[in-house]
């Protein structure tokens, strides 16, 4: 069997390795004509679906069944929302994530889907995680607490996930957990350009990125972002005049894997970049690949 496979690797009739197959999901906001022709997820898709080895799917939130109705047959999937995220149900972030958990499907949040019901539902379920991570005792009691809303926090709140853990004959009985807001106390859709720097030169996602490279025209978002500590950290990205964020986040959650990748706004050709593009080509390809390992 061996002799065999490889004379068919050496004549080139091995049977190549099956397309990653990906969702592009999009809440496809009007004013995303701004920028876009054809709505900003159908742009991404297009530029994905030039890629060798990507097989594409674009879906809209005004689809059937929110555009999830194929879900279970992809293995990546890349979300877009904005001012439509509450109208999202609870239970498919919690489908989506327990894809994620069992590493059936990796999911790519961009840009404002930090407030997208997938990209929360994960970031609450690493934060358990964590937590029992941090306080192993099989008698410790946990109370997660969910943010009130979508509201940002000021700049000299605490910072999400907290942990307040109460003693009692010198173990921890208890542990209060307010879960990650999954937002930053600043903002600006100014468009000034923003300065992006590799953190992690040797990951494949950043693979034939140019160490630092600019966006020409971005929106801005400033740190703290309250979410559960990244397992990797890709990129930070800066504005001239102020401003700064970890551009590029990866946290492993269960069997499967998260990114969150920053550059975006709907009214800026941010989709357009080849360096973001690339960014993106790469992120498909190396999670499609972990999620079939």
Same mark, same amino acid.
């Given at each position: 069997?061996?002799?065999?496979?490889?004379?068919?690797?050496?004549?080139?009739?091995?049977?190549?390795?099956?397309?990653?197959?990906?969702?592009?999901?999009?809440?496809?906001?009007?004013?995303?004509?701004?920028?876009?022709?054809?709505?900003?997820?159908?742009?991404?898709?297009?530029?994905?679906?030039?890629?060798?080895?990507?097989?594409?799917?674009?879906?809209?939130?005004?689809?059937?069944?929110?555009?999830?109705?194929?879900?279970?047959?992809?293995?990546?999937?890349?979300?877009?929302?904005?001012?439509?995220?509450?109208? =999202? +149900? !609870?239970?498919?972030?919690?489908?989506?994530? *327990?894809?994620? @958990?069992? #590493?059936?499907?990796?999911?790519?949040?961009?840009?404002?889907?930090?407030?997208?019901?997938?990209?929360?539902?994960?970031?609450?379920?690493?934060?358990?995680?964590?937590?029992?991570?941090?306080?192993?005792?099989?008698?410790?009691?946990?109370?997660?607490?969910?943010?009130?809303?979508?509201?940002?926090?000021?700049?000299?709140?605490?910072?999400?996930?907290?942990?307040?853990?109460?003693?009692?004959?010198?173990?921890?009985?208890?542990?209060?957990?307010?879960?990650?807001?999954?937002?930053?106390?600043?903002?600006?859709?100014?468009?000034?350009?923003?300065?992006?720097?590799?953190?992690?030169?040797?990951?494949?996602?950043?693979?034939?990125?140019?160490?630092?490279?600019?966006?020409?025209?971005?929106?801005?978002?400033?740190?703290?972002?309250? =979410? +559960? !500590?990244?397992?990797?950290?890709?990129?930070? *990205?800066?504005? @001239?005049? #102020?401003?700064?964020?970890?551009?590029?986040?990866?946290?492993?959650?269960?069997?499967?894997?998260?990114?969150?990748?920053?550059?975006?706004?709907?009214?800026?050709?941010?989709?357009?970049?080849?360096?973001?593009?690339?960014?993106?080509?790469?992120?498909?390809?190396?999670?499609?690949?972990?999620?079939?390992?």
């Amino acid at each position: 069997m061996r002799t065999l496979l490889l004379l068919l690797l050496a004549s080139g009739c091995a049977t190549a390795a099956a397309p990653v197959k990906v969702l592009v999901w999009d809440e496809r906001q009007p004013r995303q004509s701004e920028a876009y022709d054809n709505f900003l997820g159908n742009e991404i898709a297009r530029r994905l679906g030039g890629a060798e080895g990507i097989d594409v799917v674009s879906v809209g939130q005004d689809d059937p069944d929110l555009g999830l109705g194929a879900l279970d047959a992809q293995e990546v999937l890349l979300w877009w929302g904005h001012v439509r995220q509450h109208e =999202v +149900p !609870d239970e498919v972030g919690k489908r989506i994530v *327990e894809r994620v @958990r069992t #590493g059936k499907l990796a999911l790519i949040a961009l840009h404002s889907a930090h407030w997208s019901v997938p990209f929360m539902e994960a970031m609450y379920a690493r934060t358990r995680s964590d937590a029992r991570r941090r306080f192993p005792d099989a008698e410790t009691k946990f109370e997660f607490v969910p943010p009130p809303g979508r509201y940002p926090p000021t700049y000299d709140s605490i910072v999400t996930p907290a942990y307040y853990a109460l003693m009692r004959r010198g173990k921890v009985s208890r542990v209060r957990v307010d879960l990650p807001n999954c937002v930053f106390p600043g903002v600006d859709a100014h468009g000034r350009p923003s300065m992006v720097t590799v953190t992690r030169p040797s990951h494949p996602i950043v693979k034939g990125v140019p160490v630092q490279f600019d966006i020409p025209s971005s929106e801005m978002y400033d740190e703290p972002f309250h =979410v +559960p !500590d990244p397992d990797l950290v890709l990129f930070r *990205e800066e504005w @001239r005049g #102020g401003g700064r964020f970890r551009g590029g986040m990866l946290w492993n959650l269960g069997r499967g894997k998260v990114f969150y990748f920053r550059p975006g706004h709907e009214t800026f050709p941010v989709f357009k970049d080849a360096n973001v593009m690339r960014i993106l080509e790469n992120a498909v390809q190396w999670m499609g690949s972990q999620v079939r390992r």
